[in-house]
């Protein structure tokens, strides 16, 4: 798949309209995660621009309902609510003829709410019953859930209490291997795997610090899919490994801050190297990548995976993962530096509308704002150079099944894969190499579905964020196309 064909569809219906207004908005500290309010005004020419989908027609508001005279059919209205289940999640297929593959798996991508990070963060919380987060709980449904996906490969994030996950998930046939975060957090990444359909051929693992990117985390392994039950790790050999059955699986945890786009970009670029080497020093294998990224899908970073390259110029460093739930930093002030990456652009803020939808508010002005040399070196390794490229030709997989406008965006991803009472969207992906194929992909909830509940955990699901669950299939032990 090319990159043009995964870039979003180009803008139409465009409005300009002179207003004045007023915004409130928190402004997040770089160095640490304190915020301050702020008022601005702002009298100006916006151009105020929506990206239809080109495949759909767009939903409209579903905050209002008809009106119904009628009392039964009230009543049949609130039994169907109860027969569907706010919490049903469907599966989707893809359009093509895949019964010819034969390895296939299944792999979960899921942030489970780390415990501390819970009890650090009541506020975000406070309208979920305080023991649907009580871990003893949570756990059991977190295994109840990848018990129902007939789970083959987890990547998870957030973990605090992997001895806890690995007893349960020992039981049902699981093995993990866990990396926590260097510094003073406590929770990390585990790759849970079926014993029975894979061998844990390599781990590796990346700790952030010592590249000067913080301390996060992330974990590299090589599986390969068993053609007995006899084989081992131990009896396997680099000579005796079937390309077609083997694998690199990454998992990652970016850096939440939004303001430091540079380390995130910094992280990723680091990940997507590390993938790339360890995939061809097993001899090309195809490359799984999952993880919370703590970037929207109208973000830049979003473009870098899917494309392979990023002008790290035509990009704010603070808005560069898209994370715009309110618009911070109205007021732009142009900082010292020594790189030449002052260019004219209009910045774009997001802004959610009632039904997860995206529109995209465009202020035409120049963006005064620089990339330091020192910025530049932490997001692409190097002092001056403002260009960057991977050498993955990754696919989302969710992309790569189109699905209902009630659960995606306009790109393709789902509209929300994390709920709490400050932020309601998509940062968890999956994304792979084409020589894997995606069979199916579980769809997340709807918007007004979430909003129903009035935030994650909730009775039936164990975390704060939904789990991304795809399966797979090695395109190469299928028709070859």
Same mark, same amino acid.
């Given at each position: 798949?090319?990159?043009?064909?995964?870039?979003?569809?180009?803008?139409?219906?465009?409005?300009?309209?002179?207003?004045?207004?007023?915004?409130?908005?928190?402004?997040?500290?770089?160095?640490?995660?304190? &915020?301050?309010?702020?008022?601005?005004?702002?009298?100006?020419?916006?151009?105020?621009?929506?990206?239809?989908?080109?495949?759909?027609?767009?939903?409209?508001?579903?905050?209002?309902?008809?009106?119904?005279?009628?009392?039964?059919?009230?009543?049949?209205?609130?039994?169907?609510?109860?027969?569907? &289940?706010?919490?049903?999640?469907?599966?989707?297929?893809?359009?093509?003829?895949?019964?010819?593959?034969?390895?296939?798996?299944?792999?979960?991508?899921?942030?489970?709410?780390?415990?501390?990070?819970?009890?650090?963060?009541?506020?975000?919380?406070?309208?979920?019953?305080?023991?649907?987060?009580?871990?003893?709980?949570?756990?059991?449904?977190?295994?109840?859930?990848?018990?129902? /996906?007939?789970?083959?490969?987890?990547?998870?994030?957030?973990?605090?209490?992997?001895?806890?996950?690995?007893?349960?998930?020992?039981?049902?046939?699981?093995?993990?291997? /866990?990396?926590?975060?260097?510094?003073?957090?406590?929770?990390?990444?585990?790759?849970?795997?079926?014993?029975?359909?894979?061998?844990?051929?390599?781990?590796?693992?990346?700790?952030?610090?010592?590249?000067?990117?913080?301390?996060?985390?992330?974990?590299?392994?090589?599986?390969?899919?068993?053609?007995?039950?006899?084989?081992?790790?131990?009896?396997?050999?680099?000579?005796?490994?079937?390309?077609?059955? @083997?694998?690199?699986?990454?998992?990652?945890?970016?850096?939440?801050?939004?303001?430091?786009?540079?380390?995130?970009?910094?992280?990723?670029?680091?990940?997507?190297?590390?993938?790339?080497?360890?995939?061809?020093?097993?001899?090309?294998?195809?490359?799984?990548?999952?993880?919370?990224?703590?970037?929207?899908?109208?973000?830049?970073?979003?473009?870098?995976?899917?494309?392979?390259?990023?002008?790290?110029?035509?990009?704010?460093?603070?808005? #560069?993962?898209?994370?715009?739930?309110?618009?911070?930093?109205?007021?732009?002030?142009?900082?010292?530096?020594?790189?030449?990456?002052?260019? @004219?652009?209009?910045?774009?803020?997001?802004?959610?509308?009632?039904?997860?939808? #995206?529109?995209?508010? @465009? #202020?035409?002005?120049?963006?005064? /704002?620089?990339?330091?040399?020192?910025?530049?070196?932490?997001?692409?390794?190097?002092?001056?150079?403002?260009?960057?490229?991977?050498?993955?030709?990754?696919?989302?997989?969710?992309?790569?099944?189109?699905?209902?406008?009630?659960?995606?965006?306009?790109?393709?991803?789902?509209?929300?894969?994390?709920?709490? @009472?400050?932020?309601?969207?998509?940062?968890? /992906?999956?994304?792979?190499?084409?020589?894997?194929?995606?069979?199916?992909?579980?769809?997340?909830?709807?918007?007004?579905?979430?909003?129903?509940?009035?935030?994650?955990?909730?009775?039936?699901?164990?975390?704060?964020?939904?789990?991304?669950?795809?399966?797979?299939?090695?395109?190469?032990?299928?028709?070859?196309?």
């Amino acid at each position: 798949m090319s990159p043009e064909n995964r870039r979003s569809p180009p803008l139409e219906h465009v409005h300009a309209t002179k207003r004045r207004r007023t915004l409130k908005f928190e402004q997040l500290d770089e160095n640490d995660n304190q &915020t301050k309010s702020q008022t601005a005004t702002i009298t100006e020419t916006e151009t105020l621009t929506w990206k239809p989908d080109q495949c759909r027609n767009l939903p409209t508001s579903n905050r209002f309902e008809p009106i119904r005279s009628s009392r039964n059919r009230c009543k049949r209205r609130k039994r169907k609510h109860k027969s569907v &289940t706010d919490d049903h999640r469907q599966w989707t297929f893809s359009s093509r003829d895949l019964s010819k593959f034969k390895d296939k798996f299944v792999v979960v991508s899921y942030n489970i709410l780390g415990v501390e990070n819970a009890l650090k963060h009541p506020d975000l919380y406070d309208k979920v019953p305080p023991k649907f987060l009580k871990w003893e709980r949570r756990k059991k449904l977190i295994r109840e859930e990848m018990s129902s /996906y007939n789970a083959s490969i987890l990547c998870l994030q957030e973990v605090d209490h992997f001895d806890d996950l690995d007893d349960l998930l020992q039981m049902d046939g699981f093995r993990g291997v /866990y990396k926590a975060r260097t510094g003073d957090a406590n929770d990390g990444c585990a790759i849970f795997w079926k014993e029975k359909l894979f061998t844990l051929l390599h781990q590796e693992n990346i700790e952030f610090q010592n590249f000067g990117l913080r301390h996060n985390v992330a974990q590299l392994c090589v599986l390969k899919m068993n053609q007995s039950l006899l084989e081992s790790a131990e009896e396997s050999s680099l000579s005796m490994v079937s390309q077609s059955q @083997s694998l690199v699986v990454g998992n990652i945890h970016v850096l939440f801050n939004p303001n430091r786009g540079d380390i995130k970009l910094g992280q990723i670029r680091l990940f997507l190297e590390k993938a790339y080497k360890l995939s061809q020093e097993w001899g090309g294998i195809p490359v799984l990548l999952a993880g919370d990224l703590n970037s929207s899908p109208n973000s830049a970073l979003y473009q870098f995976l899917a494309s392979s390259e990023l002008d790290v110029c035509q990009h704010d460093r603070r808005h #560069i993962s898209g994370q715009f739930a309110k618009c911070r930093d109205i007021e732009f002030q142009k900082r010292n530096s020594t790189s030449d990456c002052n260019e @004219s652009k209009a910045l774009k803020f997001v802004n959610e509308t009632v039904d997860g939808m #995206i529109d995209w508010i @465009s #202020i035409s002005r120049p963006l005064l /704002y620089q990339w330091t040399d020192v910025e530049l070196r932490l997001a692409t390794r190097c002092e001056g150079v403002t260009e960057l490229q991977h050498q993955l030709n990754l696919c989302s997989a969710y992309f790569g099944i189109p699905g209902s406008h009630r659960t995606r965006d306009n790109l393709g991803e789902p509209l929300a894969t994390s709920y709490h @009472s400050k932020f309601m969207g998509t940062v968890d /992906y999956i994304w792979h190499t084409e020589e894997l194929v995606p069979v199916r992909v579980l769809e997340t909830l709807p918007v007004n579905i979430l909003r129903r509940n009035g935030g994650l955990p909730s009775e039936r699901w164990g975390s704060d964020h939904l789990a991304l669950v795809c399966e797979l299939a090695f395109a190469n032990n299928g028709d070859g196309t």
